[in-house]
């Protein structure tokens, strides 16, 4: 099965790029993001195109983070781990400068990166049953390489309460603290995209990216982006491979608790 359904809509320059592991709950595994990765820097020389929407297959936009992989990954080389990690952070930052509007709709649970994606896309919609976490720290990680975009989404002080506690917040929370702008009931998520691709529509194709151009240079600087960059990757492998992180990644996968939720043994 394809890991990325490539979709041309109805509307002329709109494309829809689709998360297509539905079994895994479209789990962010290497073959997909380097998939994606490289769909999006074609993308980025079309001319033609006036909009891009990022989705999920099923009733889940992404789980985020392949754990099975990531397990893997804890044992392969440094180098090796640096790579997958690369990839990961290279997709994120080539969503967040796309020439073009860029929207993702979250019509299910979100998770860990996936949170990413999201926050790097232009505009984000969701369905009012969807619900996210920034779950990394209940597996012995941190969100480490999204984070710098989920600040900038959810803001900095409601980052502090939800990195650090890994707990589970509704589409009206993500709305109110403005990782998602806007949250309808499911079954005008369809129709709500379509508004939206309209109301972009109607702006003149190369206004739309010198505005996105003017969007860039807000943002924090090259070289604050740059820095930052090498000390999350650094900060996710070593996490990865730290004895925590393992176990971490075994006890959810092995459907049971972390060593550091059992009680300590009773004093002698």
């Known amino acids: 099965m394809e890991t990325i359904l490539l979709e041309q809509r109805i509307e002329p320059g709109v494309v829809t790029l689709t998360l297509n592991r539905p079994k895994v709950r479209n789990a962010l595994d290497g073959k997909l993001v380097e998939t994606l990765l490289k769909r999006l820097e074609k993308l980025a020389e079309d001319r033609t195109l006036r909009a891009l929407v990022l989705r999920g297959s099923g009733d889940t936009f992404s789980s985020g983070a392949d754990l099975a992989t990531m397990r893997l990954m804890a044992d392969a080389s440094p180098d090796e781990n640096l790579d997958d990690a690369h990839r990961l952070l290279s997709l994120i930052a080539q969503l967040n400068q796309f020439p073009t509007p860029t929207l993702a709709l979250v019509q299910g ?24 976490a920034l779950s990394e720290v209940r597996l012995g990680l941190a969100p480490a390489i999204i984070s710098p975009y989920v600040a900038r989404a959810m803001g900095f002080r409601n980052l502090r309460r939800y990195m650090l506690t890994g707990e589970l917040f509704d589409a009206e929370e993500a709305k109110r603290m403005g990782l998602i702008q806007i949250v309808v009931p499911g079954n ?26 003017l969007i860039r240079r807000l943002q924090p600087s090259f070289h604050d982006e740059v820095r930052l960059a090498d000390e999350t990757l650094a900060l996710l492998t070593r996490l990865r491979a730290s004895p925590e992180g393992r176990e971490g990644l075994s006890a959810f996968l092995e459907k049971r608790r972390p060593a550091w939720r059992n009680p300590a043994p009773e004093p002698d």
């Open 109 to 132: 649970p979100a998770f860990g990166g996936a949170l990413g994606l999201i926050a790097a896309c232009d505009i984000a919609l969701a369905a009012n049953t969807a619900h996210f």
């Open 188 to 213: 005008r998520l369809e129709a709500t995209l379509a508004d939206l691709l309209d109301e972009l529509l109607k702006g003149g194709p190369e206004a739309i990216r010198a505005a996105k151009t």
